[in-house]
């Protein structure tokens, strides 16, 4: 067979003198070039992974709140008049109900000082009076127990068939429904006395909360200024000479002159002198929780906490109670819980701004690896871990989580490789094999045989 030599110019004219022929070939040529590209190519993952380690979790709820109550007392008074003498300074250790200064009331200041004395002595003699109630309801109990032994003894005997001791002869119909009613008020008697009397220690300490209360606004307002508590005397204002009664230093607290706030009471304003701080005393602290949270929270929890006023300090505190009342503001509904700190040094103020997370529950001993490595669904939850460079999905219990990690109870080990995040990407492999062309080797020219 005979070959013929094509030149290059020669096989350009024959493109271009054959336009559809041309046109198919492109497409061969560009079709080679993609099958042969696509298969240089492979693909490989890279797999992010975290050590499962042997630890404790806990799950905890934050929220901000104030503090309520602290180991400050502060000593009022609603005197009136000119201090005459103090008895103490700032920096000295004084007693509950210790002198702390005199003051010489004036006129207005006497009135009330007055006033608050007999509202104290007629709650003083309430007491009295609730011990005599108590006393006779006592006498009256026996009373009645006679009573009903005295009826008994009548009722059983009619009921056995008996005559009528008064009257010799059988009971009639009257005097047999005498007996049975005569019977059963006794009874009744006893158990109102009975019941009564059972009452009568709670009048007897009621009138004792009401006496020591007035006791408590007489001393507010006598001429002698008294400790509220035991503790260190601070922030004393007074001097000899000061007056006391001025409206415009007077705080918003009000002491009740009277014996209730609805008869024979008035009030006076009240005003700080000092404050005394009680060295063994804990703060209080009051925060909010939403309708999801407070189901969580209970007494006794622990609590870590932080103050704006002092960010380098971790405190620790115990819930104390939650109130599941609630209140609606604006249509969101919310709780608030009493949080009991454990002692520190430092100066807390009531009013500071306070950051807390309740701790709800913990466990410990626990496989601990990241929350985003599990995977949940249908209620079953999986692990991915990584195997001799392969991946392998295992399932697992979760014991507790949180935001971050999460605790497994079973399906992992410690020391196992968790894959948190997987990602991809190809490559492209360079092949020392050249190309054909449906030409032919084309190094040197094209060359077509015929």
Do not use: C
Not at 180 to 199: C, G, I, P
Not at 208 to 214: E, F, G, I, N, V
């Amino acid at each position: 067979m005979k070959t013929i030599k094509l030149n290059p110019s020669r096989l350009w004219q024959l493109f271009v003198g054959h336009k559809v022929l041309s046109f198919i070939i492109l497409i061969l040529l560009i079709s080679s070039a993609g099958y042969f590209y696509n298969s240089s190519k492979k693909s490989t993952s890279t797999y992010q992974t975290s050590k499962a380690e042997l630890g404790s979790l806990i799950s905890s709820i934050s929220s901000t709140g104030t503090i309520t109550s602290g180991d400050t007392t502060y000593v009022t008074t609603g005197a009136s008049g000119t201090v005459s003498r103090v008895f103490v300074k700032n920096g000295d250790t004084v007693k509950k109900d210790q002198k702390i200064a005199e003051i010489d009331l004036d006129e207005s200041g006497q009135g009330t000082q007055t006033t608050a004395w007999n509202n104290y002595l007629v709650a003083k003699a309430n007491v009295s009076n609730a011990v005599t109630d108590r006393d006779r309801l006592d006498i009256k109990m026996w009373q009645d127990r006679q009573e009903i032994l005295d009826t008994e003894e009548e009722y059983n005997n009619m009921k056995a068939g008996a005559w009528n001791p008064k009257t010799n002869a059988e009971y009639t119909y009257n005097e047999k429904a005498i007996v049975e009613k005569n019977y059963a008020v006794a009874k009744n008697n006893f158990n109102t006395d009975q019941e009564k009397y059972l009452n009568a220690n709670s009048n007897i300490s009621l009138a004792q909360a009401k006496s020591l209360s007035a006791y408590r606004s007489y001393q507010k307002v006598s001429s002698t200024v008294y400790a509220p508590e035991s503790g260190v005397i601070n922030n004393l204002v007074l001097a000899p000479g000061v007056v006391l009664g001025n409206s415009s230093a007077a705080s918003s607290i009000t002491v009740s002159t009277g014996t209730d706030s609805t008869s024979n009471s008035s009030s006076v304003a009240s005003q700080k002198i000092a404050a005394i701080k009680n060295p063994i005393g804990k703060y209080q602290a009051t925060v909010n929780l939403t309708e999801v949270d407070v189901t969580k929270v209970k007494s006794d929890q622990k609590v870590a906490l932080t103050l704006d006023a002092f960010p380098d300090n971790n405190l620790t505190g115990t819930v104390l109670a939650v109130n599941t009342s609630g209140s609606v503001n604006s249509g969101v509904t919310s709780y608030t819980a009493t949080i009991l700190l454990d002692k520190t040094d430092l100066d807390i103020y009531t009013n500071m701004a306070v950051s807390a997370n309740i701790v709800t529950s913990s466990v410990s001993d626990k496989i601990i690896i990241p929350s985003s490595a599990i995977t949940t669904q249908n209620g079953q939850s999986t692990v991915q871990i990584l195997k001799n460079g392969s991946p392998t999905t295992v399932q697992v219990t979760i014991a507790l989580t949180n935001d971050v990690d999460a605790a497994i109870e079973t399906g992992i080990t410690e020391g196992d490789l968790v894959i948190t995040s997987t990602s991809s990407k190809s490559s492209t492999k360079k092949s020392s094999s050249q190309s054909t062309s449906v030409f032919g080797n084309t190094r040197g020219g094209f060359g077509m045989p015929l």
